[in-house]
């Protein structure tokens, strides 16, 4: 950081003029600051400079400002190319209002990137993103070439709002699957209380030749596994996670420890929850105090919640879940 400060300096003061070659650098720090302070001297910044800080505040979840990048390129003339409506679909997609995304599609169209599969595959899931199925298989019927991502973008939209049979029927339809079509059946059925069929898709992704499950596959596959009761069947996907290195993923840890701690196998479970140790975020804590409560071990429960307020609640600003796991454990001692 202090060569990049040394260098701008340098700049200064020899007329010289490396303006790009240090956002580019503060932007993969990141130190977003320092960018935009270098950022707003330039008089007219390039397509390519509004592209990198474009991408970069969508990736950190800041749509909003990706949306007053593009209102500020429009305004000083600067035309928006292929790379920039790649990035700022997603971002309005993030934006949970159609209007900036509708506004978005129509100067995407005017301005002649139909063709760039890349552009409209965001274009697709930006919609299906935010509920507009009807826009996003249109626009899905509509393009003559498709690669994995555009199907997967489709089916993850018709899994999320519980279209489970369209989304069936479109993936049974794909030329060529990957880890990421089979996920978002596996996490769309377990989502909307289809467990049984989350676990058959589960199996048919481990069947399938060249493909493997990832981290997401087994986090959607797991709560599937402990409101069906499958615990052996639940041991036998830790061990694979356990082997590929998956377990240190949180929500992996969590989906492993509910499995446990739903199936009743509390011991388990505590070890489990100690080998988590410093990771652990609320859902770990409410998940073990409640396999507790419900398997009978009330005074273990509420010992753990003290626990869990001297080592978590008291760094941090409660939250609506803080709430919710302090009414749940005044229902354990009956005052709730």
């Known amino acids: 950081m202090n060569q990049l400060k040394q260098i701008h300096a340098y700049s200064l003061r020899n007329g010289l003029d490396h303006t790009k070659f240090l956002i580019e650098k503060l932007l993969q720090l990141p130190d977003l600051p320092y960018a935009c302070t270098l950022f707003v001297q330039i008089p007219k910044p390039s397509v390519y400079l509004y592209n990198k800080f474009i991408q970069t505040f969508s990736s950190i979840g800041q749509p909003q400002r990706c949306w007053l990048l593009y ?6 003339g600067c035309s928006p190319n292929q790379y920039s409506f790649t990035f700022l679909f997603p971002a309005c997609a993030s934006l949970f209002n159609v209007y900036p995304g509708q506004m978005l599609h129509s100067h995407f169209c005017k301005s002649g990137f139909a063709s760039d599969i890349f552009a409209m595959t965001a274009l697709l899931d930006m919609y299906a993103k935010l509920g507009m199925l009807r826009c996003a298989r249109q626009l899905f019927d509509e393009m003559s070439v498709r690669d994995i991502p555009t199907w997967n973008s489709l089916i993850a939209g018709y899994a999320r709002s519980g279209h489970m049979e ?3 029927e479109l993936f049974n339809k794909m030329p060529v699957r990957n880890v990421i079509s089979w996920t978002a059946l596996i996490s769309g059925y377990a989502q909307h209380g289809k467990y049984a069929k989350a676990l058959e898709m589960f199996i048919g992704l481990e069947n399938e030749k060249g493909t493997k499950p990832n981290e997401v596959s087994i986090a959607s596959v797991l709560p599937a596994c402990s409101q069906l009761g499958a615990l052996d069947i639940g041991k036998r996907i830790e061990a694979y996670a356990r ?9 992996v840890s969590n989906a492993i420890l509910e499995l446990h701690a ?8 505590g ?14 804590w409410n998940t073990m105090i409640m396999g507790l409560a419900v398997h009978g071990r009330c005074i273990d429960a509420l010992q753990l919640y003290d626990q869990m307020l001297l080592v978590w609640v008291s760094d941090r600003t409660p939250t609506l879940d803080d709430s919710y796991s302090m009414e749940t454990t005044e229902g354990i001692t009956g005052k709730w």
């Open 243 to 251: 082997n590929n290195g998956f377990f240190k993923n949180m929500y």
């Open 271 to 284: 070890r489990i929850f100690d080998e988590i140790g410093s990771k652990r975020n609320l859902c770990s």
């Open 71 to 76: 209102c500020q390129m429009c305004f000083q």
């Open 262 to 269: 739903r199936c009743g196998n509390i011991e388990e479970a």
């Open 166 to 168: 369209a989304a069936l």
